[in-house]
């Protein structure tokens, strides 16, 4: 799709409509999540810090996003895939792989089906996208960025050499600011100069299988079919604060959020995880990343957030001015794969009753019905009557934000719901 997000927002509020509109945190420490053309022709793109999109474009619009929306969106749009073909692979919520060979007899030639694609989106959606057309996936999605916005290539067999070659090396998959330095050293700029360079060069400058990968996509090799769906690899969950926080209560806190989060879509992806990490970035963007690798894999919130604050603690952080935190579950495991026992073995039934009952009520009341009771308070003093401080910072019974060691009595409907 043409600027996914922000085309959206334009479609629900048709005013916009030729206004530069950014999608994303107002303010100024919030993350550009999309732009439109006109604000994009400002400098502004995904990624960017808001401050610094404001500043390249004062006359935009900032609207907040609508995850929610998305994805209903996105998924109208899936369906209109499926119905063309079962070999889909979503790349993200607005890009996807088809594979319409099986759908020529039905509905016609590649072009006159991405022309149906373009047609239908728009008329369903609201919402115009950029259709590229190739025999190999690297050169189709090649095809669809060089068509944005709004448009439609197709580069047929007898033409990939043509259209590859004049492309600059960072279009190749794999090349980023470090390669295509290194290509640009060797004196190569242009996909055709890769691939006219002897393989056992491109091998010795880059390594046996970067230079391989490099010489043979240089040439529109490119083996991978289109797999209709593959399972994450990880699942996770990460916040900016507003400003940079040296409270380790509100640390804590907020890790058993993210710890919940995280939990959460695991079980509504059917996985467990083995390994939990954390992210640490600190006011001056310095990034610490810490990992451990379970010994039962785990689908329970609190088992995650127990993990993660024991990495936390690991770190020794005193008082130091952190920016962002992330909670991130890897290494998969599909759970109706996983032994009975790993599922009924040392961890507290307590807990995983709890968060399958807290799913119920999601699905019944919506997102964000049932919390810890430890969420509930925005500031969650950790000096509030009945814990006493002990020395160290921690509570008499738990750490801070830890839920205490039976199934949480205090889980109870809260008034809002998170985002």
């Given amino acids: 799709m043409d600027a996914f997000f922000a085309s959206v927002e334009v479609r629900r509020r048709p005013e916009l409509r030729g206004k530069p509109v950014i999608v994303g945190g107002d303010g100024n420490r919030g993350v550009v999540t999309s732009a439109t053309y006109e604000a994009r022709a400002c400098g502004v793109h995904s990624a960017m810090p808001m401050g610094r999109a404001k500043r390249l474009c004062p006359q935009a619009i900032v609207v907040p996003g609508d995850m929610r929306l998305y994805a209903e969106t996105s998924a109208g749009i899936m369906a209109l895939f499926r119905s063309i073909t079962p070999l889909v692979e979503p790349l993200s919520l607005d890009e996807a792989f088809l594979d319409v060979a099986g759908a020529r007899r039905r509905l016609g030639s590649p072009r006159e089906i991405a022309v149906w694609i373009r047609a239908r989106i728009e008329d369903e959606q609201g919402i115009t996208c950029s259709v590229g057309v190739a025999s190999t996936k690297f050169v ?17 067999v007898e033409g990939v050499i043509r259209f590859l070659h004049a492309l600059p090396v960072s279009a190749l998959w794999g090349v980023g600011a470090k390669t295509e330095e290194h290509l640009t050293q060797l004196g190569l700029r242009s996909v055709g100069q890769v691939a006219h360079t002897p393989l056992p060069t491109l091998q010795r400058a880059l390594g046996p299988a970067l230079g391989a990968h490099l010489y043979a996509l240089s040439w529109g090799r490119d083996e991978r079919v289109v797999v209709p769906h593959e399972p994450e690899k990880s699942i996770g969950s990460e916040e900016t604060f507003g400003s940079d926080v040296d409270d380790p209560a509100v640390i804590y806190r907020e890790l058993l959020r993210l710890s919940e989060r995280t ?18 970035r600190f006011h001056d963007f310095t990034t610490l990343t810490r990992a451990r690798t379970l010994r039962i ?4 919130g609190q088992e995650i957030f127990e993990v993660a604050s024991q990495l936390y603690d690991a770190l020794g952080l005193e008082r130091a001015r952190i920016r962002l935190v992330g909670v991130r579950a890897e290494g998969l495991l599909p759970a109706a794969e996983a032994p009975v026992q790993l599922l009924l073995g040392a961890r507290e039934h307590g807990w995983r009753d709890a968060d399958t009952a807290a799913d119920r009520a999601a699905r019944r009341f919506g997102a964000g019905a ?12 950790p000096t ?31 008034g809002d719901s998170e985002t």
């Fill in 263 to 280: 939990a959460a879509r695991l079980r509504s992806a059917g996985a467990l995880t083995r390994t939990v990490s954390i992210k640490v």
């Fill in 140 to 156: 189709a999605k090649l095809a669809s960025t060089h068509s944005k916005p709004d448009g439609l290539l197709v580069v047929p």
């Fill in 384 to 414: 509030r009557p009945g814990r006493e401080r002990r020395r160290d910072g921690h509570r008499d019974g738990h750490r801070d934000g830890h839920r205490a060691k039976a199934p949480p009595e205090g889980m109870r409907p809260a």
């Fill in 297 to 300: 894999p785990t689908d329970v």
């Fill in 370 to 381: 049932v919390r810890p009771a430890t969420l509930l308070d925005p500031v969650s003093d």
